[in-house]
């Protein structure tokens, strides 16, 4: 039961508080049509929930620190729940409604408190809050009251193309696991436009009017970036990333009789699908073969060999420009999966990839780097790229095509593609024995080694890996919005630090000489120094979320959706550290002795992972998802079990020697996972997931440290 009021009231009136912030903050987003003018409101309004949610956790463990292994356990079994009943519900009823359901929990939640402290008013009161919370997300379903419009005003890819074309309108939008889905129709697009599909408001794809015969659409077979089609007789392609199909229609009328389409996100599938002959039923198309699946994954398991492999590009110029996609994960671009297609082509096959301007050097760079792989000089790379620009050679946005072929380009092939850039007015940057312009004319030409290219940008230009697939992160060192966050979360520990410190010294300098009350600092030599707790619960905090994000980045790949990854990973993770919390009192059942040896084997199982994962992960890339699946369990489960345990057993240390320290313990353990967040992301830009989770293993070894100088420190003075 419920000790004392103070925790009966912190518990109930924040699960109310957070039950009514919740459709608060939706509405206001909904009235303010989500205009990023506002995005600070938005901000503090979500913050109220996840504070109160401190709230309440601080006053169990507060409450309860003696049998803090069990608090902890149903925590994190209760969030890896959440994490898979989120993919779920994202599905079921939208991102509004999924949160709205949130605060119907938190309604449910405040009703068991209720019951279990037996005050009768309380439980009606948050019955009538379960009634309120089932009635807005029924409300929200029929009339979409909290459903979060587009802000007209963003400089995001969605609403411009909503203002440049008057008479346009979102007639469809869902949610998945991987994005939010809007399909536009209407106004005057171009290309023959039947719908275009927006992926998060941004990066969007188009789906084309097309009969379906081969000799429609002629034009396309013009366009910059789908001449390689032409430049082959009847080329067997895949298509990676296919979208709304106009890549695949630019391949059949282009002559291709063999096209394969491989497109990640189910609802553009079936988007596309849906507008039938308006679209020429381009997936059911009889020379196609559409796979709904991811890149890396569908090559891995594929056995054939392709002349051409084409990888495309849906993200605008707006979102690029803006920074937005510099911290995504983007395995298609990194040098091991363009060894993969390079294991994938025919003799005289060819990658063909289509971005902007400022991704081309890192092309050039991971060419580079896969020739060399594959044994052929730097030396020979100009024999094996065509570049070509569609608007101008220096400045963005500019469509840019780079072709890399297996073998030297052929003097056919050569001349098709010189003669076709004239014809039509498109600027090469590189033709073999034709063209080589700056920048890469003296790496060409083998007057600079690799790493003499990289210095001559002001952003990277180097291959990204699978250990650092941020291929869209150009500044150096880090994007700004990560420097940002990286100054705001070590503010945020500072201040965890700093101020209940302070307000300790305080009320110890105020208290009568010689008087211990509770609360304040004690002079006990048998107690715990802050100097010696403070690292404890801050490296538990950084460890810990410096770990499980390496492993996702990793899992990413593995997976091939990266919400599904992130559920799996919460899910597996949580429950694995609930049954160590669980069994964290038999563990370490007197002192910190056994801690010693757990924490010791996180600190083994991350180096492990570091050089053991890779293998793993490649090795299985082709399995079916619930085999990959399996897998994934099984590798998360034996580290997640040994994290859960060091957190309860240091609260349950606290609860003899330091009591009025827990919930400054909670708030510094939290503090410290929000700096290791960022850490994760900025450490796996610069140096790759691998360094953050050697990072992250280190760090528990402070932990390790100081639980072996507390290992005879009693933890059991507390009836359990």
């Known amino acids: 039961t419920l000790k004392g009021k103070w925790a009966e009231n912190l518990t109930i009136y924040s699960a109310w508080g957070i039950a009514i912030f919740i459709p608060i903050t939706l509405f206001v987003m909904h009235a303010l049509a989500s ?15 996840f504070f ?51 605060g119907l929990i938190a309604a449910i939640s405040a ?16 019955l009538m809050f379960v009634g309120f919370a089932i009635s807005l997300i029924l409300l929200n379903h029929a009339t979409q009251i909290f459903a979060i419009p587009t802000d007209p005003t963003a400089q995001k890819d969605l609403p411009i193309y909503l203002r440049e074309h008057p008479g346009s309108k979102i007639v469809k939008t869902e949610w998945n696991s991987f994005s939010r889905i809007d399909v536009v129709e209407g106004g005057e697009g171009g290309e023959g436009l039947v719908a275009k599909v927006f992926i998060d408001g941004g990066a969007g794809t188009n789906i084309i009017s097309w009969d379906g015969s081969t000799e429609s659409r002629q034009e396309l077979s013009t366009w910059m970036q789908y001449l390689p089609f032409k430049m082959m007789q009847d080329p067997k392609v895949l298509v990676i990333g296919s979208g709304g199909g106009r890549d695949v229609v630019a391949s059949l009328v282009s002559g291709s009789k063999d096209v394969t389409s491989v497109e990640i996100n189910p609802i553009i599938y079936e988007t596309v699908k849906s507008y039938g002959d308006r679209a020429g039923n381009v997936y059911s198309h009889q020379d196609v073969r559409s796979y709904v699946d991811e890149g890396r994954s569908f090559i891995t398991r594929s056995s054939e060999k392709y002349d051409i492999i084409y990888v495309p590009f849906v993200d605008t110029w707006a979102s690029v420009s803006s920074g937005g996609l510099s911290v995504s994960e983007n395995f298609l671009y990194t040098l091991e999966g ?26 050039i760079s991971t060419y580079a780097k896969l020739l060399e792989q594959n044994g052929i000089p730097q030396d020979q790379l100009h024999r094996h790229l065509i570049m070509a620009t569609s608007d101008s050679y220096t400045q963005d946005p500019s469509v840019t095509m780079v072709v890399f072929s297996k073998s030297p380009f052929t003097d056919e092939e050569i001349s098709f593609l010189s003669q076709s850039f004239s014809q039509y007015d498109y600027k090469p940057i590189l033709i073999p024995g034709q063209v080589m312009r700056d920048p890469y004319s003296a790496l060409l030409s083998g007057h600079i080694t690799l790493d003499q290219f990289y210095n001559q940008f002001d952003t990277k230009v180097y291959p990204v890996t699978d250990d650092n697939p941020y291929f869209l992160s150009f500044e150096k060192p880090l994007p700004p919005a990560v420097e940002i ?50 690292p404890y619960f801050a490296a ?13 980045q990793k899992l990413i790949l593995f997976m091939g959706n990266p919400t599904m990854t992130f559920a799996l990973l919460l ?33 083994g199982l991350g180096i492990l ?70 850490l994760a992301i900025a450490l796996g830009i610069m140096y790759g997931s691998s360094f953050a989770m050697i990072l992250g293993a280190m760090v528990y070894l402070i932990a390790l440290g100081i639980s072996f100088a507390s290992k005879k420190k009693t933890i059991t003075q507390v009836a359990t």
């Open 35 to 49: 205009q990023v003018t506002y995005l600070p409101l938005y901000l503090v309004l979500f913050s109220v929930p």
């Open 52 to 102: 109160l949610i401190g709230i309440i956790i601080s006053a169990a463990f507060n409450a309860f620190a003696s049998v803090a292994g069990r608090l902890y356990a149903a925590d994190l079994i209760g969030a890896s729940a959440g994490a898979l009943l989120v993919v779920l519900f994202l599905v079921l009823t939208g991102g509004e409604g999924a949160t709205l359901i949130v």
């Open 111 to 126: 009703t068991l408190f209720s019951r279990i402290t037996k005050n009768a008013r309380k439980t009606i009161a948050s």
């Open 338 to 363: 363009f060894q993969q297609y390079y294991d994938h082509l025919t003799e005289r096959g060819k990658i063909v990839t289509v971005r902007w301007l400022i991704d081309a050097p890192r092309f």
């Open 485 to 534: 966050l990286l100054y705001a979360s070590i503010g945020i520990v500072g201040i965890f630090l700093i101020v209940p410190f302070a307000w300790i010294r305080r009320r110890r300098s105020a208290s009568p000489a010689g008087e211990e009350g509770e609360g304040l600092i004690s002079s006990k030599r048998s107690e715990i120094g802050i100097a010696t707790i403070i």
């Open 540 to 552: 538990l905090g950084v460890g810990f979320i410096l770990i499980e994000l390496a492993l996702l």
């Open 571 to 603: 899910f597996t993770i949580l429950v694995s550290s609930g049954g160590g919390s669980l069994l964290s009192s038999r563990i370490a059942k007197n002192n910190m002795r056994n801690l010693v040896f757990v924490i010791g084997g996180i600190a």
């Open 609 to 678: 992972y570091v050089f053991c994962l890779p293998s793993i992960i490649y090795s299985a890339l082709a399995e079916p998802i619930h085999i990959k699946a399996a897998i994934s369990i099984g590798i998360l489960a034996p580290i997640g079990f040994l994290m859960g345990m060091p957190l309860p057993t240091g609260m349950r240390l606290l609860k003899v020697h330091r009591p009025d320290f827990i919930p400054w313990m909670w708030a510094i353990n939290g503090a410290f996972s929000v700096l290791g967040a960022v």
